[in-house]
């Protein structure tokens, strides 16, 4: 059953019960009521009974005491009876009144059935107990029901006053139908204004069930309509909101990563195939007589030679990528110490320097000694990717700058040059796996573009970054941000790494 069903019916359940508990209470009361009141009129018709019945003062000393106090006629209600039985049960006297007759009027006979007289009352031969009794019994013939009183008289015999009980009766039946009129018409207004009230409350449920609904189809950019956060619906609709942005996030996450991957084993397989079908034509030429003729054999032999080198540098650069990527892995390329970046930095600048000496490459440090938590051989291959980047893709002479420092909490090392510079849009993509900004551009001297994805991806694994970005008015500045290790932030003295030698100034 529905939630919406499972509350209406709770609802009309507790009402019902409500309204039987209210009913069952008003019934009794009532009834309690008009018996009592039937009780005292029973005890007002005692007191009268003698003069209605015309007995003499002698035969009832309480009826004689009433009597000659003068007590004035009243009124009861149609059809009560007074009877006056001998000491030995027998029937002498009886009367019955109409609607409106006073008991003053003259005696006469009973018109209706009268009440079932026991023969044990008191005053009687075969009676006992009080002589002061009230009972209730039923009529000689038909459903009438009398409740009567009785009193035993001095001299003997029994006044009997019974007084029926059809109004009484007749009033709680037809209470007992106003209240089922009115416990049924509780319950229908209930149920009615339930459904509704019942159904607007949940209607925000059934928004959010479409939602789902255009979500499982797969519409990720559905979202719940918005509602008072003040209720439970809102704060559920509002929740939904939340965690459908996530998935939506996650979806997206999970929808690029997927298309990089593509598009990774795409360049992968392209940049293994170069090789392998350059080994391949060689491997063709000496299987055709290469080998007899020195100078091809040779030429075969060095190309064969060269392709499996750069394949195999290819596949360590995509195996160094792969560990990067997983840094809590027991395989992680990564063995953390505390180092003097600006060490390394000098280290690198030097070899750079060796490789190419017609290039300025100036060096400058600032912020006093960089110290942090990290690899020294990896972080020496990130400076050297990017000094190798200066030297291949930039004229020989270009002015190029290194610094290292501390900016904001950070260890900051720059490699800038007054190169030909790229534009924002390949600033942009420059760290992405097999990019290059020419695409035409050889690969003996451009490489298979990871360079600079193994740059990142080491900024990544010592948990900095590493960003690029064009130099106006031309000339392009890489950027790598570390954390600093704790010694660093107290500046304390540099440890020293490698060749321990300090950071020249600018030169």
């Given at each position: 059953?529905?939630?919406?069903?499972r509350?209406?019916?709770?609802t009309?359940?507790l009402?019902?019960a409500?309204?039987?508990?209210?009913?069952?209470?008003?019934?009794?009361?009532?009834?309690?009521f008009?018996?009592?009141?039937?009780?005292d009129?029973?005890?007002?018709?005692?007191?009268?009974?003698p003069?209605?019945?015309?007995?003499?003062?002698?035969?009832?000393?309480?009826?004689?005491?009433?009597?000659?106090?003068?007590?004035?006629?009243?009124?009861?209600?149609?059809?009560?009876?007074?009877?006056?039985?001998?000491?030995?049960?027998?029937?002498?006297?009886d009367?019955?009144?109409?609607?409106?007759?006073?008991?003053?009027?003259?005696?006469?006979?009973?018109?209706?059935?009268?009440?079932?007289?026991?023969a044990?009352?008191?005053?009687?031969?075969?009676?006992g107990?009080?002589?002061?009794?009230?009972f209730?019994v039923?009529?000689?013939e038909?459903p009438?029901?009398?409740?009567?009183?009785?009193?035993?008289?001095?001299?003997?015999?029994?006044?009997?006053?019974?007084?029926?009980?059809?109004?009484?009766?007749?009033?709680?039946?037809?209470?007992v139908?106003?209240?089922?009129?009115?416990t049924?018409?509780?319950?229908?207004?209930?149920g009615l204004?339930?459904?509704f009230?019942?159904?607007?409350?949940?209607?925000?449920?059934?928004?959010?069930?479409?939602?789902?609904?255009?979500?499982?189809?797969?519409?990720l950019?559905?979202?719940?309509?918005?509602a008072?956060?003040?209720?439970?619906?809102?704060?559920?609709?509002?929740?939904?909101?939340?965690?459908?942005?996530?998935?939506?996030?996650?979806?997206?996450?999970?929808?690029?990563?997927?298309?990089?991957?593509?598009?990774?084993?795409a360049?992968?397989?392209?940049?293994?195939?170069?090789?392998?079908?350059?080994?391949?034509?060689?491997?063709?030429?000496?299987?055709?007589?290469?080998?007899?003729?020195?100078?091809?054999l040779?030429?075969?032999?060095r190309?064969?030679e060269?392709?499996s080198?750069?394949m195999a540098e290819?596949?360590?650069?995509?195996?160094?990528?792969?560990?990067?990527?997983?840094?809590?892995?027991?395989e992680?390329?990564?063995e953390?110490?505390?180092?003097?970046l600006?060490?390394i930095?000098a280290?690198?600048?030097?070899?750079?320097?060796?490789?190419?000496?017609?290039?300025?490459?100036a060096?400058?440090?600032?912020?006093?000694?960089?110290?942090v938590l990290?690899?020294?051989l990896?972080?020496?291959?990130?400076?050297?990717?990017?000094?190798?980047n200066?030297r291949?893709h930039?004229?020989?002479?270009?002015?190029?700058?290194?610094?290292?420092?501390?900016?904001?909490?950070?260890?900051v090392v720059?490699?800038?040059d007054?190169?030909?510079?790229?534009?924002?849009?390949?600033?942009?993509?420059?760290?992405?796996?097999?990019?290059r900004?020419?695409p035409?551009?050889?690969?003996?001297?451009?490489?298979?573009?990871?360079g600079?994805?193994?740059?990142?991806?080491?900024?990544?694994?010592?948990?900095?970054?590493?960003t690029?970005?064009?130099?106006?008015?031309?000339?392009?500045?890489?950027?790598?941000?570390?954390?600093?290790?704790?010694?660093?932030?107290?500046?304390?003295?540099p440890?020293?790494?490698?060749?321990?030698?300090?950071?020249?100034?600018?030169?």
């Amino acid at each position: 059953m529905s939630v919406r069903g499972r509350v209406l019916i709770g609802t009309l359940c507790l009402v019902a019960a409500a309204m039987l508990i209210a009913d069952f209470a008003v019934y009794r009361f009532l009834g309690s009521f008009l018996y009592g009141r039937v009780d005292d009129q029973l005890e007002s018709g005692m007191w009268a009974a003698p003069r209605v019945l015309g007995l003499t003062t002698e035969a009832s000393t309480d009826g004689a005491a009433v009597f000659e106090r003068g007590r004035p006629a009243t009124i009861f209600p149609p059809g009560t009876y007074f009877a006056y039985l001998s000491e030995e049960g027998a029937l002498q006297r009886d009367y019955v009144t109409s609607f409106g007759q006073d008991v003053a009027a003259p005696l006469r006979r009973p018109q209706i059935a009268p009440p079932r007289i026991p023969a044990d009352l008191p005053g009687s031969a075969g009676g006992g107990g009080p002589s002061f009794t009230r009972f209730t019994v039923e009529a000689v013939e038909g459903p009438a029901r009398y409740r009567v009183l009785v009193d035993a008289l001095t001299g003997g015999g029994t006044v009997l006053v019974a007084i029926p009980l059809t109004n009484p009766a007749s009033t709680l039946h037809r209470l007992v139908l106003i209240e089922a009129g009115v416990t049924v018409g509780v319950l229908v207004a209930v149920g009615l204004l339930g459904f509704f009230v019942i159904r607007r409350g949940l209607r925000p449920l059934d928004r959010i069930a479409d939602s789902a609904g255009a979500i499982a189809a797969g519409d990720l950019s559905t979202r719940v309509a918005p509602a008072d956060d003040r209720t439970e619906v809102g704060r559920l609709g509002a929740a939904l909101n939340t965690m459908l942005s996530q998935i939506e996030t996650a979806f997206e996450e999970r929808q690029a990563s997927q298309d990089r991957l593509r598009r990774f084993v795409a360049d992968a397989s392209h940049e293994l195939r170069t090789p392998l079908t350059s080994i391949q034509g060689y491997a063709e030429l000496f299987r055709r007589g290469a080998s007899e003729r020195p100078e091809d054999l040779a030429k075969a032999m060095r190309q064969i030679e060269t392709e499996s080198r750069r394949m195999a540098e290819l596949v360590d650069e995509l195996l160094l990528l792969a560990r990067l990527d997983q840094p809590d892995s027991v395989e992680s390329p990564i063995e953390l110490a505390t180092l003097d970046l600006a060490t390394i930095v000098a280290e690198a600048v030097e070899a750079a320097r060796d490789l190419d000496q017609e290039r300025r490459i100036a060096l400058a440090a600032k912020g006093g000694p960089v110290i942090v938590l990290g690899d020294e051989l990896r972080l020496r291959q990130l400076l050297d990717n990017l000094l190798s980047n200066v030297r291949e893709h930039t004229p020989s002479g270009t002015r190029v700058r290194a610094l290292v420092g501390r900016e904001d909490g950070l260890a900051v090392v720059e490699v800038s040059d007054d190169g030909p510079g790229i534009d924002e849009e390949d600033a942009a993509r420059v760290f992405e796996r097999f990019f290059r900004v020419d695409p035409s551009r050889s690969r003996q001297r451009g490489g298979v573009g990871l360079g600079f994805s193994i740059v990142s991806a080491i900024a990544e694994a010592h948990g900095g970054r590493a960003t690029c970005e064009p130099v106006i008015p031309h000339g392009v500045r890489f950027r790598i941000e570390l954390p600093l290790a704790e010694e660093s932030a107290r500046e304390t003295e540099p440890a020293t790494g490698g060749a321990g030698t300090p950071v020249s100034p600018l030169r």
